[in-house]
Structure formats: C-alpha cells, structure tokens
C-alpha cells in the first residue's frame, strides 16, 4: 500500500471527515446504502493505493468525491442499478411520506424521480455546495451540459414540490 506509518494518521482525519459525507452523497446517488458503502469502501482503498501522490493535493476530499462517483457510475453501468435503485428509492419514498417531517420526505421523493444525470447534477450543486464548474470536471460532461441539466432538474422539481401536489 501507499501509506506509512507516519500517513497514518492523515489518511485516518481524511477517512474520519469524508466517509459520512461520501456515503450520504453515493446513496442518494445510487438509490441503495449498501451499494454506496461498498463504492465509498472502494474509493478508500484507491486513497491508500495512491496516497504517496493525493497527499499532496490541495482538496483531498475533492480527488475521493470525483473517485467515488466515478466508481459509482461504472457499477451502475455494469449493473444496471440506476434504474432498479431509482425504483427502491420511489417505494421506500411512497411508503414514508407520512409523518412530522413529511416536506423533507416529499423532496426526497422528488428528487429521487428525477433522470440519474439530472439527480447528480443537482445534488451535487445544491446538496454539497459544488460549483458548476467542478460539478462537470467531476461528472467529465462541458459546463453548459451541467447548466442545463440544472436548469431541466430545478423545472421538473417545480410542479412537484408545489403546494398541494403529491410525489
């Protein structure tokens, strides 16, 4: 592995700050938190593969997020999991709308309708606080192409997030 015993305790802080995150970001991502714990698991082991090189990055977190994601898509490409998630994630939605913090729930259910590209787009830009331009260096699409998927997602979340409409 890439990693001394004087590393250690870096890739520990890194592990310690980003794995919540970074499971968070794959399971909305992805629609199942096991598969996002396996991803984020993977994109670890690729930290400590090439740690003697991402050390001195400015944004660590930045190199493990793009890593992530990109393991994400590959899985679901090869899996075909986008679409069986996005129909856990419409159930588990359907089911649950129901309770004090039913608001939160109907956006999730919202969001969770939308295309995977648009989703991604979204969340990482609103959700994880990403400009557009690093949203498409991380997703490798053209920043008009994250525009207007951006612009598409916020107009299809409209209609659903109105006052009396349901998910």
């Known amino acids: ?6 590393d ?3 890739v520990e802080e890194v592990y310690a700050r980003a794995a919540g995150p970074l499971i968070g970001l794959l399971t909305v991502l992805g629609g199942s938190r096991a598969d996002a714990e396996e991803v984020a ?3 670890f082991v690729r930290l400590l593969e090439h740690w003697t090189r991402v050390r001195g990055y400015d944004d660590v977190d930045a190199w493990l997020r793009t890593v992530a994601v990109r393991l994400l898509v590959s899985r679901q490409r090869r899996r075909k999991v986008a679409a069986l998630g996005l129909g856990r994630l419409r159930a588990r939605a359907a089911g ?4 004090p913090d039913g608001v939160r729930l109907d956006v999730g259910a919202a969001v969770a309708a939308l295309p995977l590209d ?3 787009i979204l969340l990482l830009h609103h959700v994880h606080d990403l400009p557009v331009e690093e949203v498409a ?3 490798r699409v053209p920043v008009g192409t994250v525009k207007s998927r951006l612009s598409r997602a916020r107009a299809a979340l409209a209609p659903r997030l109105t006052e ?3 998910p």
């Open 1 to 6: 592995m890439g990693v001394e015993r004087e």
């Open 8 to 10: 250690e305790h870096q």
């Open 41 to 43: 698991q993977d994109a």
């Open 96 to 99: 649950s709308v129901e309770g």
């Open 118 to 120: 648009h989703r991604a």
């Open 137 to 139: 260096a991380l997703l």
């Open 164 to 166: 009396g409409s349901t």
